[in-house]
């Protein structure tokens, strides 16, 4: 079978080394070389059993933080965690089984907030400080979004209304009510 072609030729231009003249310099092109170190997860480096025995603090917190985070569901409010009282050798324990994730959230207003994600997802450090940066609070949060961020996004916003009953009558709907 022979196939005619009654058309124009496809114009596809080459490119590629050595599809280019060279110029005076391109001997010393290079390119950016890229990005180095890639952050990924994990896991915690948790201390010996008889490095944490006398952190009962961090521990009971631990363990209430392991139950809030089962029976919490996405939209809830937050449940709430207070670590400001907790001695340095706590925190620590705290700090090395939470660790940081990838989320970070700076908040300035009445005070200052800086929340960061662990790497437990839905499981927030929020700290809150003065203007001077002294620590106001340090509380873990379990929430979807942390309750700082759901009040204060929408603060000034208009609520949405979602009843179909109060639209304007020239507007017209059809739909299957059934």
């Known amino acids: 079978m022979d196939i005619k072609y009654h058309g124009r030729p496809i114009d596809i231009p080459v490119v590629g080394e050595g599809s280019q003249p060279l110029e005076s310099g391109d001997e010393n ?3 950016t070389k890229p990005p180095g170190e890639m952050y990924t997860y994990e896991t915690p480096i948790i201390p010996e059993p ?3 025995e006398n952190l009962d603090h961090a521990k009971a ?3 209430r933080l392991y139950a809030a985070i089962k029976h919490y569901k ?4 937050a449940i709430i965690f207070d670590i400001s009282n907790l001695d340095v050798d706590n925190i620590n324990l705290v700090n090395q089984v939470l660790n940081e994730g990838e989320v970070s959230v700076l908040y300035q207003g009445d005070t200052n907030v800086h929340i960061q994600e662990s790497v437990l997802t839905g499981i927030w450090r929020v700290r809150t400080s003065d203007d001077k940066g002294s620590v106001i609070s340090d509380v873990i949060e379990v929430a979807d979004i942390p309750s700082i961020v759901r009040q204060e996004a929408f603060a000034n916003s208009t609520p949405l209304d979602t009843n179909l009953d109060l639209l304007p009558a020239q507007l017209v709907m059809v739909w299957d009510r059934t």
């Open 61 to 63: 917190m631990l363990a």
């Open 29 to 31: 092109f290079s390119f």
């Open 50 to 52: 008889e490095e944490v």
């Open 74 to 77: 996405a939209g809830e409010p």
